[in-house]
């Protein structure tokens, strides 16, 4: 089974503009994610697809792989699925260009969800950890997921779920981390639907396969990285970094 692992890295960020190219330690944010995905020995291929000169030079000069990609795309997933259209593969991964804290366990977890019998019904597949803090269960930009008993998403969104309407019964909150696997030929049928409703409204690009009936196995890690989304998460993962 052949596997790459793709990295959508858009330049211009909304919420964080040049996030990718942030100086974390001593390097940028998005080398970080690049040389610990490689790091990981995983995968047979290893790309960023970019719409940035900046970023594509960043890579490139330090001897990694990068193609530039059109820089209309809707979502991260759009852009891979571009980059890896004519490139042999049979599971890609779309590890998110702002997780520079990417380790081979989770990555792991998430590729042995495609093997064996039960492996070969899974199309998409995806990480999620526990979330305990209050303060990032309330926090929009912290995506939640709500699976059924066989790890299958029910649901992902900004807002709280499961809405705690009751207090008599534990619930356990889960955030989406935002690495993807896919079987390319899923991939490519993502790019030729349009942009649904849920997530249009909730902008969470996996809702569209759950709208196409698709189903999304998780998979619970314990990655505890941080995403880089917002000036404050680049603080946090400055103190990572320096331990």
Not at 41 to 60: H, K, M, R, Y
Not at 121 to 141: C, G, H, T, W, Y
Request: proline share 5%; aromatic share 8%; net charge neutral.
């Amino acid at each position: 089974m052949k596997k790459i692992a793709l990295i959508p890295a858009r330049y211009a960020a909304t919420r964080f503009p040049a996030k990718l190219m942030q100086q974390l330690g001593n390097k940028p944010v998005i080398r970080h994610t690049y040389d610990n995905t490689v790091a990981t020995g995983l995968f047979d291929e290893v790309i960023v697809a970019t719409d940035s000169d900046i970023i594509f030079n960043e890579i490139t000069a330090h001897g990694g792989k990068a193609v530039m990609s059109k820089k209309q795309h809707e979502s991260g997933s759009d852009r891979i699925a571009e980059a890896v259209a004519n490139i042999p593969a049979d599971i890609v991964v779309n590890v998110q260009g702002d997780e520079p804290f990417v380790k081979k366990e989770p990555l792991h977890k998430l590729l042995r969800l495609f093997e064996g019998e039960e492996g070969k019904k899974v199309q998409v597949a995806s990480l999620m950890q526990v979330l305990k803090e209050q303060r990032f269960i309330d926090d929009p930009n912290y995506v939640k997921v709500a699976v059924d008993k066989k790890c299958n998403a029910l649901f992902f969104s900004r807002s709280v779920i499961p809405y705690p309407r009751a207090n008599d019964h534990p619930i356990t909150y889960y955030e989406h981390i935002g690495v993807y696997a896919f079987r390319k030929q899923a991939l490519l049928n993502f790019t030729s639907w349009p942009m649904t409703p849920l997530e249009a409204a909730e902008k969470i690009e996996c809702l569209r396969y759950l709208e196409n009936g698709v189903s999304i196995k998780m998979a619970i890690v314990d990655y505890m990285g941080v995403e880089i989304d917002t000036p404050e998460d680049l603080e946090r993962a400055a103190k990572l970094v320096n331990g």
